[in-house]
């Protein structure tokens, strides 16, 4: 039990941890995490990257995590394949790692959120 409760707490400061670092990034929009080991924040993708996407046959989202792993080495599922409302876009982004490294690792996506953005305005 005592290991279990241990388990818990720490899942239960991740997902807090994730919420708070994703939704301080302006465009990315995390609701509260209750009992899973993942975080589906939605992001804005802006509609010159959105365009760009299609253009390539790719959805927007997928367009994003590729790109995420090409700067940053990070892989996220998107969230096309959830069954997301249409014309909303999100990542999908596990809580398993240990905090330290998740803590740097949504620093890395935030840090390349804000360059997408920037870059595709």
Do not use: W
């Not at 241990?6 to 670092?21: D, P, S, V, W």
């Not at 995390?30 to 959805?59: M, S, T, V, W």
């Not at 997301?84 to 330290?100: E, F, N, S, V």
């Amino acid at each position: 039990m005592k290991e279990k409760e241990t388990l818990l707490r720490n899942l239960a400061e991740k997902a807090k941890i994730t919420e708070k670092i994703l939704n301080q990034t302006p465009g990315i929009y995390c609701n509260p995490i209750q009992g899973a080991l993942y975080a589906f924040p939605r992001i804005q993708i802006p509609d010159r990257a959105i365009k760009l996407a299609q253009d390539r046959g790719q959805e927007p989202d997928d367009f994003f995590c590729h790109l995420l792993l090409e700067d940053t080495g990070i892989v996220l599922s998107s969230g096309n394949s959830f069954g997301q409302i249409a014309g909303t876009y999100h990542i999908r982004i596990t809580l398993l790692h240990p905090i330290d490294e998740l803590r740097s690792i949504l620093q890395k996506i935030t840090q390349f959120h804000m360059r997408f953005l920037a870059e595709y305005a």
